[in-house]
T-cell receptor, first 113, second 111 residues
Framework: DAKTTQPPSMDCAEGRAANLPCNHS???????VYWYRQIHSQGPQYIIH???NNETNEMASLIITEDRKSSTLILPHATLRDTAVYYC??????????????FGKGTKLSVKP | DVKVTQSSRYLVKRTGEKVFLECVQD?????MFWYRQDPGLGLRLIYF???????EKGDIPEGYSVSREKKERFSLILESASTNQTSMYLC??????????FGSGTRLTVV
């Protein structure tokens, strides 16, 4: 199973872009990269996922390197409400099922005024 | 929006009790999951299910069982609660290859 490596913490100024890196050098060709975040005392919230191409939605952008060994989650204009732990996850397939997610320790993003 | 509802936000039970944690989702998702979250250990998968009456063990199934009699409901059962099962329990559901939707969690304290 591919594992991910993320910095334990990052700071970002309010209104600036937050760029959260993730290394997944052992990722397999059919594994997706998922990003979640968890605000204190709440369940994790899905942000975005991708396979090869860069992806963008209303919450964030996901940039995946060409060799797929790393990715960056971009929050274009961070707000105080984006303060959370951000998890980068590589989805594991389990037999014929749809697989499950293995959460690491994530990156604690602190957005400061 | 998909909603995943966990029946209790906070629960206190005694050692040895049988405990049921209920989870219901309203968007016809095939897959449902139970995780527990502990400080310093992150989220760990207990059990998951990809169809009615189907279940698979996750990373830490010992001391737990599950039931999925209907597609929308996935129950986690602590057969005989112990203090080391004090934790935050999170339920999630998903469709194929899409993001998971988590419930708000149940903080269980076993005394």
């Amino acid at each position: 199973d591919a594992k991910t490596t993320q910095p334990p913490s990052m700071d970002c100024a309010e209104g600036r872009a937050a760029n959260l890196p993730c290394n997944h050098s052992t990722i397999s060709g059919n594994e997706y990269v998922y990003w979640y975040r968890q605000i204190h005392s709440q369940g994790p919230q899905y942000i975005i996922h991708g396979l090869k191409n860069n992806e963008t939605n209303e919450m964030a952008s996901l940039i995946i390197t060409e060799d797929r060994k790393s990715s960056t989650l971009i929050l274009p204009h961070a707000t105080l409400r984006d303060t959370a732990v951000y998890y980068c996850i590589v989805r594991v397939g389990v037999g014929g099922s749809q697989g499950n997610l293995i959460f690491g320790k994530g990156t604690k993003l602190s957005v400061k005024p | 929006d998909v909603k995943v509802t966990q029946s209790s936000r906070y629960l206190v039970k005694r050692t040895g009790e049988k405990v049921f944690l209920e989870c219901v989702q309203d968007m016809d998702h095939e897959n449902m999951f139970w995780y527990r979250q502990d400080p310093g250990l992150g989220l760990r998968l207990i059990y998951f299910s990809y169809d009615v009456k189907m279940k698979e063990k996750g990373d830490i199934p010992e001391g737990y069982s599950v039931s999925r009699e209907k597609k929308e409901r996935f129950s986690l059962i602590l057969e005989s609660a112990s203090t080391n099962q004090t934790s935050m329990y999170l339920c999630a559901s998903s469709l194929k290859a899409t993001g998971y939707t988590f419930g708000s969690g149940t903080r269980l304290t076993v005394v």
